[in-house]
């Protein structure tokens, strides 16, 4: 089966000829459908550069991604725009909820830009509240909730338009230990229940630890990655710490 | 040194946000110079000695006014100094923190102003100087003056007035700067824009209650402006419905604030549309935080449309007028029968003789100036405006408690009228007997006499009754005026006049001319050499002439559009500018959040369509109520100015209509395009 996500050695540079920096050194993986990978690395180890030329918010230079088999680094302008509103959901670190509106009309926009009926936005929202359990919230503004519910309010309005992949940047990030664990285990039940296939990014290894599949990244580089497999996610930890003191650097803070 | 190069590299660097700052100022600049610099063109004119006198007047008025402008751009650049700041507290936090002293932050600022005001007056002159070619276009137009040959002209006055005017207010702004900064502290200047947006719901229906109220108060408003414009016959009576406007103004903005919103979320349809409901919430948070400088910005554009579209129809009606109301060149009126002792007494010996008798004495010579002369006389018959009405009298006192009613009444034997007539080129009348014409031209009085003729009021001359020929006053006039101002005289038959008291003569006449040159020297003749004639003080004589009229009336429409167009521009500046600084000063929450949407996969065009909307429901929304109130201030502004004659608006309404869309407009473009810059990202 075509994989959802291919990573065919991209190469991302900055800076001019005669101060080059690599940001991603020829890296490759794919994801799968139904997949829920973490991706970690230190600060400057290029996750989130990685991350953002997945998301086509910068370009690489040289190099393929392919999602659902769409080689989308050839992508222009709207069809840009298209892509990102289509394919991919996105849960920011900080949320990125629009402090103006009401949860429902957050998680509505990511359907009304794609010109879909409001009955039908109606609906989506009702089941996905259910599944994020934001149900008591939808009716409140941002500054009106707790770090945690605005997280899963963002992560709804990532899922709500059925994306092929679920692109997350920290998002415990700004969490508290409670709101954080609570966050994780709802992006289980999206990935086990929904199918969900979810790409995230985080330095943390608890984070990590939920997810079925961690990718280390060194020096824009593949390091090491390795699958959960049967182990429980105290052992799955276990292991990503190994690793993590291995890596050195700042990773060693992390917990 | 050092933070000399620090100053110049913030200019450049936030250039994008000092656009619109720069435009106001160099705007305000040019069109301060520009009206300043009017007299240096008028210079150019070949106009008459009078003409001269009055665009001095006007002169001096524009320098008046341009005090009061200038009280305006102060406050407006202080304002948007203000805002620039404000967007700057991180850049002075950081600044702090290195251990800079407040006094050399004040000093970068100080820079800043000194820089910015440098440049913006010499581009601001610069244009005002080429603004200023154009404008002595119309300045000839105005004053109905050949052009003889066009010349380009620099007022080194008005530059330097300019330049002292706008250096106080920049000097004013550097003090504000100074205070502000010595005032701020570093917590705040670092933290300051780590605000969450508080959305505060009004209640829909304390909103929707408060709404209908202030709908019938300016309902209620509008109704006395227009429809019980005669009840306000007293001045101060016009406060009432200003007042109630301006409330009523402010009392829709904060409840409409509310209530737009609550009223179209129910419309879902709409609301879930694409970013309708971003750009809804926008508008609303911006309206609701904004009440206050909304309304006075809707008053100011209210005032703007008013004075522009009075000011330009009065200049036009004024000169159309002329051409019906002054049919003759000269026109000498005389007080005749002076009692012994009301004045002097070589004055009431020569109130005994008549008009040419007058003349002779002045040494004016009739036969070589004058032809076409009517001379009659207006008796007094001991009627008063009361006596006229008779029945309709009781009613009218009270409906125009402020009238006086005691006047004389003017009487005029129907031959003496119909010579007149036929040199004015009016409508000439028979009567029988016993009846008598009521002529006027000013409509308000008019009106009153109406009322009365239809009730075929008889007027007692000598125990004769007369009853009106017509059931309505006639259009005409005795004195030749630049405004209908006859409020009223009664033809009656000759006999009936016989043994009545002359109380004033009249004496009408063209001049004995054939071209404008010769009329120029009978006209010399009657200003110059009658004014400075000796006997002259023992006379209550007085002339009129149309090449007077004419002049005069040119240069107070020309003044009234002159200081109309200053203000109307300036106050039409102000509001926009504010409104564009207001939706600038939150750009940067505005980039924040068009950065999600695009996060989120939303098209650049629906971002810059949702842009344009939110700008431009936030300019249309002020405008909108304006132009509403400014349907009935025009309409009031026409009966109050009726006297000039209701000419039609519709050209002026039009000129009015150029000015907004130019410089309202110029800024709502503006507006969209800075932020359409602020919001735009690089991939």
């Not at chain 1, 949860?103 to 010109?115: C, H, P, V």
Request: net charge neutral.
């Amino acid at each position: 089966m075509e994989p959802i996500l291919k990573i065919d050695k991209i190469e991302k540079y900055y800076g001019s000829r005669s101060s080059l920096t690599k940001a991603i050194d020829n890296l490759s993986f794919t994801v799968e459908k139904g997949e829920f990978v973490a991706i970690m690395g230190a600060s400057g180890s290029g996750k989130t550069t990685l991350l953002n030329c997945i998301s086509t918010i910068d370009r690489v230079t040289s190099g393929h991604i392919y999602v659902g088999g769409e080689d989308i680094t050839k992508l222009k302008g709207s069809s840009l725009n298209r892509f990102r509103r289509e394919e991919l959901g996105f849960i920011f670190q900080d949320f990125n909820l629009l402090d103006t509106l009401t949860a429902y009309e957050n998680i509505a926009l990511a359907l009304s830009i794609q010109n879909i009926k409001t009955n039908e936005i109606e609906a989506r929202i009702k089941k996905v509240a259910e599944e994020l359990d934001i149900k008591s919230v939808l009716n409140k503004y941002p500054y009106q909730m707790s770090g945690g519910q605005k997280q899963r309010v963002a992560s709804a309005r990532a899922i709500i338009t059925n994306p092929k992949l679920i692109l997350a940047d920290e998002p415990t990030g700004a969490l508290d230990s409670k709101s954080s664990k609570m966050l994780l285990e709802r992006f289980n039940h999206l990935n086990d229940a929904l199918d969900a296939t979810i790409l995230m990014v985080t330095h943390d290894a608890f984070t990590a630890s939920y997810a079925k599949r961690v990718i280390f990244i060194k020096d824009g580089k593949v390091f090491n990655e390795f699958e959960r497999g049967n182990d429980s996610r105290k052992e799955f930890f276990d292991k990503i710490i190994d690793v993590v003191t291995l890596l050195g650097g700042d990773l060693n803070d992390a917990l | 040194m050092m933070l000399f190069k620090l100053s110049i590299k913030n200019i450049k660097k936030s250039f994008k946000d000092y656009a619109i700052y720069f435009f106001t100022l160099i705007l305000g600049v040019a069109i301060f110079y520009v009206f300043n610099a009017i007299d240096s063109q008028t210079v150019l004119l070949d106009v008459t000695r009078d003409t001269r006198e009055l665009i001095k007047l006007m002169t001096n008025m524009l320098s008046g006014v341009s005090v009061f402008v200038s009280f305006i751009l102060g406050f407006l650049i202080i304002y948007a100094s203000r805002f620039l700041i404000k967007r700057r507290n991180k850049e002075f936090g950081i600044y702090l923190t290195l251990g800079m002293s407040k006094r050399k932050i004040s000093m970068i600022l100080f820079f800043e102003t000194f820089l910015i005001g440098l440049l913006s007056l010499v581009v601001g002159l610069g244009l005002g100087v080429l603004i200023s070619q154009f404008m002595s276009l119309l300045v000839a137009n105005m004053f109905e003056a050949d052009l003889t040959e066009f010349a380009f002209t620099f007022s080194s006055s008005a530059c330097i007035k300019t330049f002292i005017y706008f250096g106080i207010m920049y000097f004013m702004v550097m003090i504000f700067n100074t205070i502000n900064v010595s005032k701020c502290r570093l917590i705040d200047l670092l933290h300051g824009s780590k605000k969450s947006e508080k959305v505060k719901l009004k209640n829909p229906i304390f909103c929707t209650i408060l709404f209908i109220i202030s709908a019938c108060m300016l309902g209620y408003a509008y109704y006395l402006v227009t429809v019980g414009f005669e009840e306000l016959s007293n001045a101060s009576d016009i406060f009432i419905p200003i007042i109630l406007g301006t409330i009523s103004t402010f009392l829709i903005f904060w409840s409409l604030s509310g209530l737009i919103l609550t009223l179209v979320t129910r419309i879902k349809r709409f609301y879930y549309k694409a970013l309708n409901s971003f750009t809804l919430r926008q508008i609303s948070s911006k309206i609701n935080t904004t009440v206050f400088s909304m309304s006075v910005i809707c008053l100011m554009l209210f005032i703007t449309i008013c004075v522009l579209s009075s000011a330009l129809s009065i200049k036009n009606s004024m000169t159309a007028n002329l051409k019906t109301l002054v049919p003759i060149d000269v026109q000498f009126t005389k007080t005749r029968y002076l009692n012994d002792g009301q004045v002097e007494q070589n004055v009431v010996d020569d109130s005994k003789i008549t008009i040419h008798e007058t003349l002779k004495l002045l040494e004016f010579d009739m036969e070589t100036n004058l032809k076409d002369v009517v001379e009659l006389d207006l008796y007094d018959t001991g009627l008063t405006f009361k006596d006229t009405l008779g029945n309709y009298y009781n009613e009218a006192s009270k409906k125009y408690p402020f009238m006086t009613f005691d006047t004389k009444e003017d009487f005029i034997k129907l031959s003496d009228y119909n010579r007149l007539a036929r040199l004015y080129g009016l409508e000439e009348y028979t009567l029988e007997s016993n009846e008598y014409i009521a002529v006027a031209d000013y409509k308000e009085l008019a009106t009153i006499r109406n009322e009365a003729l239809k009730r075929n009021v008889p007027i007692m001359i000598e125990n004769e009754k007369y009853y009106p020929k017509y059931a309505e006053c006639k259009n005409g006039f005795l004195f030749i005026n630049s405004t209908h101002s006859n409020s009223g005289f009664f033809i009656v038959p000759d006999e009936a006049l016989v043994n009545k008291a002359i109380s004033i003569s009249m004496m009408s006449a063209n001049y004995k001319a054939n071209d404008e040159i010769e009329k120029n020297k009978i006209e010399e003749r009657i200003a110059v050499d009658l004014e400075n004639h000796p006997y002259v003080n023992s006379t209550t004589l007085k002339g009129i002439t149309k090449i007077k009229l004419y002049e005069t009336s040119v240069g107070l429409g020309a003044m009234v559009t002159f200081i109309g167009l200053y203000l109307g521009i300036i106050f039409l500046m102000s509001s926009a500018a504010i409104l564009a600084l207001k939706e600038l000063s939150e750009s940067t929450d505005n980039k924040e959040r068009f950065r999600v949407l695009r996060k989120i996969g939303t098209d650049e065009k629906m971002l810059h369509q949702a842009l344009f909307r939110q700008i431009g429901i936030f300019f249309l929304f002020p405008l909108l109520i304006a132009i509403i109130h400014s349907i009935f201030g025009i309409l009031f502004c026409n009966r109050l100015l009726a006297v000039f004659g209701d000419d039609e608006l519709l050209p002026s309404i039009i000129m009015t209509a150029f000015f907004i869309v130019s410089i309202y407009g110029g800024y709502f473009l503006l507006t969209y395009f800075c932020s359409k810059n602020i919001i735009r990202e690089k991939i």
